[in-house]
């Protein structure tokens, strides 16, 4: 059970490993500010891409010989990423950790009856979930703080012991499992990776690659809906698909995975902006990494203790669903009080949104979780865990990577509005110019500073535009969870 907990909990960790990690990243490796957030999309984008081959090779090969190859072939790539000469190779290095990190939760499922007791059962799903909610902070946490004391290079070191740990107690666990010779769905698995691979890399490298004015990003979205349209239409048909659509007749499966999408897309893409908010800080005072990972830590911990007691059943709720109106109010309220925040960092703007975000998120997965598992038979937990775990993986990398593309223009047209104004005619100008030369500054460093308030401000007022956004997806699905408590509470009435 050990080994493998702690592999899943690898897989979420190195998720955003180098999301507060980027910026030294780029600095040593080269590059724009604009692929900062690309290293971790990648990631989610090869996990995405892997999940589905966890049922066919545990079921052809066992799960537990394919777990320990793929564990394996993650902890090379993961010393290889540590060794990128540029930031290119470390974006492939990135895809490939991804994708030989996949498919740990469809083998983790096939496990369970063989490798768990009943009563150890019952606690691995809490562990699950609260390492589905903490361990991404700990991986932010984390990377953040090694690239600021030491070097990047050593976060993707961690995984060497702790694979190999892993590895050595799955194998040391290791009996032949019975082999169930199915067909494997190549033409379906191909067009998925294609739809998939070619959508995800085209959404979030779009903005550098100018979108339909590069070939590459027209080449990506062209075939997209087609191949989508196809890989719909063939794998619902098919019998041995990698997927089945058919839960999807299930209304609380549906919403459970429509509330999925939201969340991760909404929770990495605030993660990705309040890292853009507090690099306008770190420049000049350098000083917000102990603050930042402290609040992480205490946020982990409150999400550690309050997850396992709604899934184990410890705190009764009427509906489910109850405990998502609480952490949607929660969630929606964090991101809407962080669209009032400037360019100054301070501790207390940090700890109120990270503590009714971390609340928020104790209170969501759960009653989600269940959603998704208890509207099936323990037979279906595979297929279920399969669509699950893809939607968290690729709209985590989606959410992170279309909230920077958005951050990345309205900050552009702010900057050219904005810009605008300031001329050397212009009353803002010559006062902001009066104020510089009491401090006697130069005409050259008054000029820098201009500059450079004008790029801080375009910044905040295009992070706040991304938090409106992302508050009002959140009340959007506010909308549609009181419309179906309301609904079924007619229904039991009738």
């Known amino acids: 059970m050990v080994g493998i907990l702690l592999a899943i909990f690898l897989a979420i960790f190195n998720f955003p490993l180098d999301l507060m990690a980027g910026p030294y990243v780029l600095w040593d490796l080269g590059g724009n500010s604009w692929f900062t957030i690309y290293a971790t999309s990648f990631f989610g984008i090869g996990q995405a891409l892997s999940i589905p081959l966890g049922k066919p090779l545990g079921e052809r090969f066992g799960p537990e010989r394919p777990f320990i190859v793929f564990l394996g072939l993650f902890i090379f790539f993961s010393l290889l990423c540590s060794l990128s000469p540029n930031y290119p190779f470390l974006l492939v290095m990135r895809v490939a950790q991804g994708f030989f990190s996949g498919p740990y939760f469809p083998w983790m499922v096939q496990l369970s009856p063989k490798c768990f007791t009943p009563k150890q059962q019952a606690y691995s799903t809490p562990i699950l979930i609260t390492m589905l909610v903490s361990v991404p902070i700990l991986g932010t946490c984390f990377g953040g703080v090694v690239a600021y004391l030491l070097n990047w290079r050593w976060i993707f070191l961690l995984n060497i012991p702790f694979g190999l740990i892993a590895m050595q107690l799955i194998q040391n666990n290791y009996t032949p499992s019975s082999r169930i010779e199915k067909p494997f769905d190549w033409v379906g698995y191909i067009v998925y990776f294609y739809s998939v691979a070619s959508l995800a890399i085209g959404a979030v490298m779009g903005q550098e690659q100018d979108w339909w004015r590069s070939i590459f990003t027209a080449i990506c979205f062209t075939f997209v809906p087609p191949c989508f349209i196809f890989f719909l239409f063939w794998t619902y048909l098919c019998p041995h698909g990698i997927f089945n659509f058919h839960l999807f007749k299930k209304p609380s499966f549906t919403f459970a995975i429509i509330s999925l999408a939201t969340l991760f897309s909404t929770y990495f893409g605030s993660v990705a902006m309040l890292s853009n908010w507090l690099k306008l800080d770190q420049f000049q005072h350098n000083n917000y990494v102990p603050s930042w990972i402290a609040l992480l830590m205490g946020i982990m911990l409150i999400s550690g203790i309050i997850a396992p007691f709604l899934v184990t059943n410890k705190v009764k709720f009427k509906d489910i669903r109850s405990p998502l109106v609480i952490a949607i109010f929660l969630l929606g309220w964090s991101i809407f009080y962080t669209t009032v925040f400037n360019i100054q960092v301070d501790l207390e703007r940090i700890a109120w949104t990270r503590l009714t975000i971390g609340v928020g998120l104790a209170f969501f997965l759960p009653p989600v979780f269940k959603l998704a598992f208890d ?7 595979i297929e279920v865990a399969t669509v699950f775990q893809v939607i ?6 989606l959410g992170a990577g279309l909230y920077d593309t958005i951050w990345e223009r309205r900050k552009a047209f702010y900057h050219t509005r904005l810009g605008e104004q300031l001329t050397v005619f ?39 535009d991304c938090f409106y956004l992302m508050g009002w997806v959140l009340v959007f699905l506010l909308l549609l969870l009181v419309i179906s408590i309301v609904k079924r509470s007619l229904v039991t009435c009738e």
């Open 392 to 397: 968290r993986a690729l709209f985590s990398s």
């Open 426 to 464: 212009s009353h803002q100008t010559k006062v902001f110019y009066e104020k510089t030369k009491s401090l006697y500054a130069s005409q050259g460093q008054s000029n820098e500073l201009l500059q450079d308030t004008l790029n801080r401000q375009s910044s905040i007022l295009a992070l706040n």
């Open 375 to 381: 509207s099936f038979p323990n037979s279906f937990n």
